[in-house]
């Protein structure tokens, strides 16, 4: 059953997490995250499609390329992008300290970066703060690693879920971090997923993969996409499952816990939205395909009027209707049905008769459902995004300084 929970990635079997005070951040805050699985894991991960990626993101691709890892080493404050050769060594010997500290190789190690761009991470600091995690690794560290990652989210994201396969009990649990510069695909977002599944690496990357593009691809808090994302998944075998070696009955169990918990995770990102006051949920129905419903879907979340209409209560559903006709995706004006919570505000080509009591209820409330039927297919999506307040302009303004 999924679950908000503390313990994270530390839930499944056999793994454990720190998170520490490095001094990489001015605040003084934790910013440094350790995820060590007692034994060998597959890995699977997917990463930010920005042309201007991190040092870490290329040197976790190699990682996880390679299909097996042990740890994961994470730091906020400094996204180490955009920093050259310099860059890539420090993200490099990051690892290699992780590695010595574990006693396992550096390629075993993935690395992860969140921050500010256009800063060399000081590696003085992350060399003393990699022995500290090392120390203080838990089975109930998932919390504090939970805390090191965040940077502008208002509070840690922390989920765990489990089932029953070949007997056994199969757990799942993750953290992740993102709050702003939000935008597929992935967005400025980590999440880091453990389980004790016994998986082979083909069926994991299959099933992250899939997972990503109806979960974290499909939300947005300001159409930026940042240059550090990543999603990755360890995998230990430690249930003691059969292992997953096909696409059978016990792939679609784990396929569908792991696809839930990363839509419920990808949903609490775009909630927690830099300034936001209200989550929206964009359900596109009755599309010609996907792609489609998800660029109307994308497009209506993405627009900066849209978005300061609901954080006014103002329920201006032509901004909705400009943005969907924009998308480059095949709509009929006439066949378009827009609705917003219950209340249906335009139909048959022009705005509908509502209740305008009513309809203020609905745009004064948190979570508003926006429901858009194209009358044109069979196709669905869903997309997950937030307003844009005052707040997220004071936010963005003074991040650098």
């Known amino acids: ?51 201007v990626a ?18 994961i080493i994470a730091n906020s404050g400094c996204a180490n992008a955009c ?45 003393t703060g990699i022995k500290t995690a090392a120390a203080v690794l838990k089975a109930d560290g998932s919390e504090a690693a939970a805390s090191a990652i965040i940077t502008t989210d208002t509070y840690i994201k922390s989920l765990t879920t489990s089932m029953i396969i070949d007997g056994k009990e199969v757990r799942i649990g993750a ?29 994991l990357q299959l099933a992250l993969s899939e997972i990503v593009e109806k979960s974290f691809n499909m939300i947005s808090v300001d159409g930026d996409m940042s240059t550090n994302d990543m999603a990755v998944i360890f995998a230990n075998g430690q249930a003691g499952n059969k292992k997953i070696v096909k696409n059978d009955a016990d792939f679609k169990i784990f396929y569908d816990a792991l696809s839930e918990l990363c839509c419920e995770m990808a ?30 879907g994308m497009s209506i979340a993405n627009s900066p009027l849209v978005k300061t209409a609901f954080f006014g209560q103002d329920p201006n559903w032509g901004r909705v209707l400009c943005a969907a006709g924009y998308a480059g995706a095949n709509m009929i004006p006439e066949k378009t049905v827009v609705k917003f919570g219950n209340i249906t505000v335009y139909e ?12 203020q209820k609905i745009m004064a409330e948190h979570d508003i459902i926006i429901d858009i039927d194209l009358s044109l297919g069979s196709a669905d999506a869903t997309v997950w995004t937030c307003d844009l307040s005052y707040e997220y302009v004071k936010i963005n303004g003074e991040y650098h300084t």
Not at 188 to 203: G, H, K, P, S, W
């Open 54 to 71: 991190a040092a870490p993101v290329y040197v976790s691709k190699k990682v996880v390329s390679s299909g097996s890892a042990r740890a």
């Open 348 to 359: 048959n080509g022009t705005g509908a008769s509502f209740d305008k009591k009513a309809l």
């Open 83 to 127: 920093t050259g050769q310099q860059g890539m060594d420090d993200a490099k010997k990051t690892a290699e300290l992780t590695a010595s500290q574990l006693g396992i190789e550096p390629d075993d190690v993935v690395v992860a970066s969140t921050g500010v761009i256009g800063v060399t991470l000081p590696m003085d600091k992350i060399q």
């Open 175 to 203: 953290i992740a971090k993102g709050a702003g510069m939000i935008q597929p695909n992935m967005a400025t977002m980590l999440c880091f997923i453990t389980t004790d599944a016994n998986i082979d690496q083909v069926r």
């Open 267 to 296: 949903q609490k990102i775009a909630a927690d939205g830099e300034g936001a006051t209200k989550f929206l949920t964009i359900n596109i129905h009755n599309a010609e395909n996907f792609a489609d419903a998800k660029k109307i």
């Open 1 to 51: 059953m999924l679950k908000e929970d503390k313990a994270g990635i530390t839930y499944a079997k056999g793994f454990k997490a720190a998170g520490i005070k490095a001094g990489i951040k001015k605040s003084g805050n934790p910013d440094l995250a350790l995820i060590v699985s007692d034994n060998d894991a597959a890995v699977a991960g997917t990463f930010t499609q920005n042309k």
